[in-house]
């Protein structure tokens, strides 16, 4: 039996070892990225093929995902948008769901008043950007002879097969706003090695955030720090290291750097400092109205961090649901001046549970049949 072909298509190299999920030997992927090469050295960093963005570069990659089985999205941008509504029917169009596609066209759902406020805040400084990245979009679609808000449109609810995304629950949060999406394809998860330990931490350590992303709605946390009369007994390290710099995320420097407790961290962070960074921390806070940063989280959970998110973020209420103890924000919020950051033992024993039976109910062999069924009822 032929394997079956599958195309992987990222412009981000941070996210390329989503593909792992993918890895069987029915399966022959091949793994392509939009942009420049540069440090990546995870599992595919002999494998991966870069291609430098333009329009002859493009229509290579366009011809080979037509002999492809299956093309997967990682991120639905404007240039795989134009990829996938030019392959034929015979192909099976994955959407990976990174966010930003949908959430972006919300703004009222996933900015909190503060943030809004700040992000209407104009400012001389970042107008050559945002000029060079107008510029940049009126002259690809002149080369490319489209419109790529019509790419999207016509990508996202007509030609995608299925919407590959994290939970159905935040699918279907979704389709309540845009009813015309694809069908749902859940991802699977890794395997997890019950830990029965409990160690207290006692670093007093909180991780804020995930980026500069102005969908973390820094400065309500911060705020809530600044108030608070135990702040001094912590150290809070605020995620900053990736991103666009832009006016909102001068306004939340310049706030955070009014607390001597919040330490801003800027340079890039390798996996393996990321992981310990987790091994080391008492609490994670996400204050963003969306899901996101579920690396952040997933490794949280796995290193007894306890996980604080926003009522609001579809995800709290998901990961409830599959029985994980997380709380709110505003649980925080108490929390901090209880002196109480940090996951109970009957919480940790409880999540540590949770993680196998939320990998055995989401495994990578039941997501590999449900790819086959796909190809084979084409």
Same mark, same amino acid.
């Given at each position: 039996?032929?394997?079956?072909?599958?195309?992987?298509?990222?412009?981000?190299?941070?996210?390329?070892?989503?593909?792992?999920?993918?890895?069987?030997?029915?399966?022959?992927?091949?793994?392509?990225?939009?942009?420049?090469?540069?440090?990546?050295?995870?599992?595919? $960093?002999?494998?991966? +093929?870069?291609?430098? %963005? *333009?329009? /002859? =570069?493009?229509?290579?990659? !366009? &011809?080979?995902?037509?002999?492809?089985?299956?093309?997967?999205?990682?991120?639905?941008?404007?240039?795989?948008?134009?990829?996938?509504?030019?392959?034929?029917?015979?192909?099976?169009?994955?959407?990976?769901?990174?966010?930003?596609?949908?959430?972006?066209?919300?703004?009222?759902?996933?900015?909190?008043?503060?943030?809004?406020?700040?992000?209407?805040?104009?400012?001389?400084?970042?107008?050559?950007?945002?000029?060079?990245?107008?510029?940049?979009?009126?002259?690809?679609?002149?080369?490319?002879?489209?419109?790529? $808000?019509?790419?999207? +449109?016509?990508?996202? %609810? *007509?030609? /995608? =097969?299925?919407?590959?995304? !994290? &939970?159905?629950?935040?699918?279907?949060?979704?389709?309540?706003?845009?009813?015309?999406?694809?069908?749902?394809?859940?991802?699977?998860?890794?395997?997890?090695?019950?830990?029965?330990?409990?160690?207290?931490?006692?670093?007093?350590?909180?991780?804020?955030?995930?980026?500069?992303?102005?969908?973390?709605?820094?400065?309500?946390?911060?705020?809530?720090?600044?108030?608070?009369?135990?702040?001094?007994?912590?150290?809070?390290?605020?995620?900053?290291?990736?991103?666009?710099?832009?006016?909102?995320?001068?306004?939340? $420097?310049?706030?955070?750097?009014?607390?001597?407790?919040?330490?801003?961290?800027?340079?890039?962070?390798?996996?393996?400092?990321?992981?310990?960074?987790?091994?080391?921390?008492?609490?994670?806070?996400?204050?963003?109205?969306?899901?996101?940063?579920?690396?952040?989280?997933?490794?949280?959970?796995?290193?007894?961090?306890?996980?604080?998110?926003?009522?609001?973020?579809?995800?709290?209420?998901?990961?409830?649901?599959?029985?994980?103890?997380?709380?709110?924000?505003?649980?925080?919020?108490?929390?901090?001046?209880?002196?109480?950051?940090?996951?109970?033992?009957?919480?940790?024993?409880?999540?540590?549970?949770?993680?196998? $039976?939320?990998?055995?109910?989401?495994?990578?062999?039941?997501?590999?049949?449900?790819?086959?069924?796909?190809?084979?009822?084409?």
């Amino acid at each position: 039996m032929d394997k079956i072909k599958i195309i992987h298509i990222y412009s981000d190299t941070k996210f390329i070892d989503g593909s792992l999920r993918f890895e069987e030997e029915r399966f022959d992927n091949t793994i392509i990225v939009i942009g420049v090469k540069n440090n990546y050295q995870g599992y595919y $960093k002999d494998s991966a +093929e870069f291609y430098k %963005f *333009s329009f /002859v =570069n493009i229509k290579v990659i !366009l &011809s080979r995902c037509k002999s492809a089985d299956m093309v997967v999205l990682y991120d639905l941008n404007s240039i795989k948008a134009y990829i996938a509504n030019r392959l034929p029917s015979s192909v099976k169009v994955i959407w990976r769901f990174f966010g930003l596609e949908l959430y972006q066209r919300m703004p009222e759902y996933v900015y909190s008043e503060q943030t809004a406020k700040a992000l209407k805040i104009d400012t001389k400084k970042y107008d050559f950007l945002y000029f060079k990245n107008k510029l940049a979009l009126f002259y690809n679609s002149i080369r490319f002879k489209t419109i790529f $808000k019509n790419e999207f +449109e016509k990508a996202a %609810f *007509s030609r /995608v =097969n299925y919407f590959h995304g !994290l &939970s159905l629950a935040e699918y279907l949060f979704l389709k309540g706003y845009w009813p015309k999406l694809p069908p749902f394809l859940q991802i699977s998860y890794n395997q997890h090695s019950e830990i029965h330990n409990f160690r207290k931490k006692e670093s007093n350590l909180i991780i804020i955030g995930n980026n500069r992303s102005a969908y973390n709605n820094h400065l309500d946390i911060i705020e809530v720090i600044k108030r608070s009369k135990n702040r001094s007994n912590y150290v809070f390290l605020l995620l900053f290291n990736y991103g666009q710099k832009n006016a909102y995320t001068d306004i939340v $420097k310049r706030k955070a750097g009014e607390v001597k407790e919040i330490k801003i961290i800027e340079d890039f962070m390798p996996l393996e400092q990321f992981k310990a960074l987790y091994s080391n921390a008492d609490a994670l806070v996400l204050n963003g109205h969306r899901q996101m940063a579920m690396a952040n989280v997933f490794e949280a959970l796995r290193k007894n961090t306890k996980i604080y998110l926003n009522e609001k973020n579809v995800i709290l209420k998901w990961l409830k649901e599959e029985g994980f103890k997380v709380f709110t924000t505003h649980d925080f919020y108490t929390d901090l001046d209880a002196n109480t950051l940090c996951l109970s033992e009957d919480d940790v024993l409880n999540n540590q549970a949770q993680l196998v $039976k939320f990998a055995t109910k989401f495994s990578h062999q039941n997501f590999h049949s449900t790819l086959v069924e796909i190809i084979n009822n084409n």
